[in-house]
């Protein structure tokens, strides 16, 4: 099956800081990967879709200059929150895609802890 | 614009008791359908999908749903719960490939609880 890895798996930091989050796809080219952010105790909340070699598209609300998302390979994308706060505290989850007919496979997540 | 309903934020049942965890959808177009499964701390994992073709779809772990457009319904069962059930299921919902929309939508999960 397709495996989606992401890293770290948990990361704490002080306000102000800032973090990179990778996700990649580890047996197959990902032309798009999607980020979504998840608090405690509720739903999967898409943040970004991006496709290799362009832009990222962000959802309705999230700030572009605050999730930095690069899709530099067909393995590799990264999320990073930059100056970090206590609110950005959560579990980002990345997901990814070959085709735009296949199934999105998921990462295991990234708990990040805003000090 | 589609979205996911998913009734009942926690199901308890005896272990090898049947699951039913519910979800509707509503979509403009016909959707891609999915159940997810989520244990504590990790990403999603696909339990099953729908697409086209047979509206009854067998996935992993004795888990199968039913798509029923009459009813705009993609409910998930498993005949005999096992205490390894025990976790958050999530339905979601897509355009089919194509229509433009790609992004998943995401009901707002069903914890399960298995009762020894």
């Known amino acids: 099956g397709a495996v989606v890895s992401q890293h770290p798996s948990r990361v704490i930091c002080k306000s102000g800081t800032s973090v990179k989050i990778e996700c990649r796809s580890l047996d197959f080219q990902a032309t798009t990967m999607f980020w979504y952010r998840q608090f405690p105790k509720q739903s999967l909340m898409l943040m970004a879709t991006s496709n290799e070699g362009s832009k990222a598209t962000y959802e309705q609300g999230v700030e572009k200059d605050k999730f930095l998302i690069n899709h530099a390979s067909l393995t590799l994308s990264t999320l990073t929150v930059t100056s970090a706060h206590p609110e950005d505290s959560s579990f980002y989850i990345c997901?990814?895609?070959?085709?735009?007919?296949?199934?999105?496979?998921f990462g295991p997540g990234t708990r990040l802890l805003v000090l | 614009a589609q979205s996911v309903t998913q009734l009942g934020s926690h199901v308890s049942v005896s272990e090898g008791a049947l699951v039913l965890l519910r979800c509707n959808y509503s979509?403009?177009?016909?959707?891609?359908l999915f159940w997810y499964v989520q244990y504590p701390n990790q990403g999603l994992q696909l339990l099953l999908k729908y697409t086209t073709g047979a509206t009854l779809v067998k996935g992993i772990n004795g888990f199968e749903a039913e798509f029923k457009k009459s009813e705009t319904s993609f409910h998930l069962t498993k005949p005999s719960a096992h205490m390894s059930d025990a976790a958050e299921y999530f339905c979601a919902v897509r355009l089919t490939p194509g229509v433009g929309n790609e992004k998943l939508t995401f009901g707002t999960g069903t914890r399960l609880t298995i009762i020894p």
């Open positions: 979509s403009s177009v016909p959707p891609y």
């Open positions: 997901s990814a895609r070959r085709l735009a007919r296949e199934t999105q496979y």
